[in-house]
């Protein structure tokens, strides 16, 4: 066998259980599952950042900087998982070793926000008109604290790539609409894990902000449970397959050597140059040719996770200022983001029933429009969206300075919440177009054997660009610090969000330029599945 092949050749696996015949009804059993788990996971992920600056007491540059490491480890630990999974223990025992997983860590971060916050004894100034004014927490307690987070970025990287991988194998592409049927299970699938996300960030934030941390991270330990006893109980349903190779990761570490000296070479190949035949080829199937053509897609991916890694950080402080009133409710920061999930509810029907079904009348595509042009539509939706996010905060900080209010950050601004909706429902709809479109194409360019590994890579996309978008905050903090103000003071009415906004919103359109330049030449590994691969 070549050395630099993923995986060898032989028997098509078996299934885990006998009779299992996988299809809608098995995946409706893992549409349920991430419902419940998203709850749990966005439980801590959606208001991470006032529990930093509020019980921890963390400043908001250092909050956002620890909230994108750690959701840049969340999304890379998925790799591990995958690899672990495809080589060693399957996954379905994957899932199941997670969800045991999420109950320790969850157990401990519940017990951990029990201990009481100790109370300064002169007054903290605060900065922030919903946070808890607190003094630094101990050591000691950060420390346990950061542990137990990271446990639950462990337990997730090894449950998302596998249960979303597992769902996806119920649809096998040799079957009648296989195709069809798995690209709609990954819409379906994100439709129900937005629920769960609305379902976090609006009832476990404000059970967290109103009740105690400890009851909201209680109830995700709650949620944790439900995900893995509904997992189980579909067992019998499940098609799953078990590993192929026990040496798979040294394999894996060889051909992504191999490929970083190669993808230059693809970068600048000539579409005329690429293989026309229908059929894949051995040389095609090489690990190494799979890593070339993936390695840019993926790379121009980042600075799309580096956009969304700000609504769970800045877009959750600058909701925190504003005037969060309904009624005789004062919405917490982080349920803002409920409209992301709301956008993805609507909108996922509408793109599945409606938009592909007139799209596949025209292009002839049994997904309506390739995989590579989903993605790309998303991209550019992502720019638009932090440009009116800059135009939303220059708005905030002409209303504070109109209001006398730019010495006063412990007041909120006069301006209602409802104007940070836009933004929130551009990053829902880029989701609809890019998260799902680039889980689906990361799935189905590997070799079969390494799915969750696929799908493990495209998370890892946005974990990168997590920890990118933490460099930038923490360099772009250091410099403005000694021109002036820092655009992150932790009084953000003299803060300058919106300039970095523009930032991002000319990084995300050069993105789109690189991206579709990138996605011209690239052809499908498995063409036959396609009626056209153009982009």
């Not at 109980?233 to 394999?251: K, N």
């Not at 550019?380 to 800059?390: K, N, R």
Request: glycine letters at 8%.
């Amino acid at each position: 066998m070549d050395s630099g092949a993923l995986l060898p050749q032989g028997d098509p696996s078996t299934v885990i259980k006998p009779g299992g015949g996988g299809g809608w009804p098995a995946a409706l059993f893992l549409i349920a599952v991430e419902f419940a788990e998203r709850v749990g996971f966005y439980g801590v992920n959606g208001n991470l950042i006032m529990y930093l600056t509020g019980p921890l007491g963390l400043t908001t540059a250092a909050a956002a900087a620890g909230v994108n490491a750690w959701a840049g480890t969340a999304s890379m630990l998925p790799l591990l998982g995958a690899l672990v999974a495809d080589s060693w223990i399957g996954r379905y025992r994957a899932v199941v070793a997670a969800g045991v997983l999420y109950l320790v860590s969850f157990g401990m971060l519940t017990a951990s926000s029990m201990a009481p916050t100790p109370r300064p004894h002169e007054p903290t100034a605060c900065q922030d008109a919903s946070a808890a004014c607190s003094p630094p927490a101990s050591p000691a307690r950060t420390a346990f604290f950061y542990a137990t987070i990271y446990l639950v970025a462990l337990a997730q990287g090894f449950h998302k790539p596998n249960a979303q991988a597992l769902g996806a194998d119920q649809f096998p592409t040799s079957a009648p609409e296989g195709v069809a049927s798995r690209s709609s299970f990954f819409n379906w699938l994100h439709f129900s894990m937005s629920w769960g996300y609305i379902v976090a960030v609006v009832a476990l934030s404000y059970m967290q902000d109103n009740v105690g941390w400890a009851a909201g991270f209680g109830a995700s330990w709650s949620m944790m449970l439900v995900s893995l006893s509904v997992f189980l109980l579909g067992t019998r349903m499940y098609r799953a397959d078990r590993p192929r190779d026990g040496r798979a990761l040294s394999r894996l570490t060889k051909t992504f050597a191999a490929t970083a000296r190669a993808c230059a070479d693809w970068i600048f190949r000539r579409r005329g140059t690429m293989d026309t035949e229908c059929s894949p080829t051995p040389k095609e199937q090489d690990g190494k040719r799979v890593l070339v053509k993936l390695l840019p897609i993926w790379t121009t991916s980042v600075v799309y996770g580096i956009v969304i890694a700000q609504v769970s950080t800045l877009f959750t402080k600058q909701g925190s200022t504003m005037d969060r009133r309904i009624g005789g409710l004062v919405v917490p920061p982080a349920a803002l983001q409920s409209f992301t999930g709301l956008a993805i509810i609507a909108f996922v029907p509408l793109y599945d029933r409606a938009f592909v079904p007139l799209a596949r009348r025209v292009t002839k595509h049994p997904s309506g429009i390739t995989m590579l042009q989903r993605i790309g539509a998303g991209m550019a939706m992502a720019s638009v969206a932090m440009a009116v996010a800059a135009l939303v905060e220059a708005a905030r900080l002409r209303a504070a300075s109109d209001a006398g209010l730019v010495d006063r950050p412990q007041v909120a601004v006069p301006m209602s919440l409802w104007w940070m909706v836009p933004q929130y429902v551009l990053i829902g709809l880029a989701d609809v177009f890019t998260i799902i479109g680039l889980e689906e194409f990361f799935y189905s360019q590997v070799p079969e054997a390494l799915r969750s590994v696929g799908l493990a890579l495209s998370l890892s996309a946005m974990g990168v660009g997590s920890y990118a978008s933490g460099i930038l905050v923490s360099a772009t903090d250091w410099v403005t610090k000694r021109t002036g103000d820092s655009w992150f003071s932790e009084n953000l009415n003299l803060a300058h969000l919106d300039y970095f906004y523009w930032v991002l919103a000319g990084l995300a359109a050069l993105e789109v330029f690189v991206f579709l330049y990138l996605a011209k030449g690239y052809v499908y590994t498995d063409r036959c599945e396609l009626d056209d691969t153009s982009v």
